[in-house]
Nanobody, 127 residues
């Protein structure tokens, strides 16, 4: 089992920044590819960003490319999502997820492939 706990959400004005954190416990964090997803009210959960085990590979949704940055610190068992130039349409509950990855450079963009999920953290961007 892997337990994931997100933090860092909140209310911010458009154009502002937030940094989300996701702390993992329970298994060897460095064996898992990590991802961030979000779900707005009335909408399906959507992919935001993901990062490989060894941090070399990162992938972003087009809607956040150039504004969001995913990173991880395997020594601290934590994955981050730096969100800059936030827009009202970024308002959602943000979830982190973990997928056991046999290969160090694996990245995962499909939510059904992830094994573990956090409880989510609310991000609200006001206009």
């Amino acid at each position: 089992q892997v337990q994931l706990v997100e933090s860092g959400g909140g209310l911010v004005q458009a154009g502002g920044s937030l940094r989300l954190s996701c702390a993992a416990s329970g298994r060897t964090f460095s064996l898992y590819a990590m991802g961030w997803f979000r779900q707005a009210p009335g909408q399906e959960r959507e992919f935001v960003a993901c990062i490989s085990r060894n941090t070399e590979i990162k992938y972003y949704a087009d809607s956040v490319k150039g504004r969001f940055t995913i990173s991880r610190d395997n020594a601290r068992n934590t994955v981050y999502l730096q969100m800059d130039s936030l827009k009202p349409e970024d308002t959602a509950v943000y979830y982190c997820a973990a997928d056991f990855a046999a290969w160090p450079k694996t990245v995962v963009t499909q939510d059904h492939e992830y094994d573990y999920w956090g409880q989510g953290t609310q991000v609200t961007v006001s206009s």
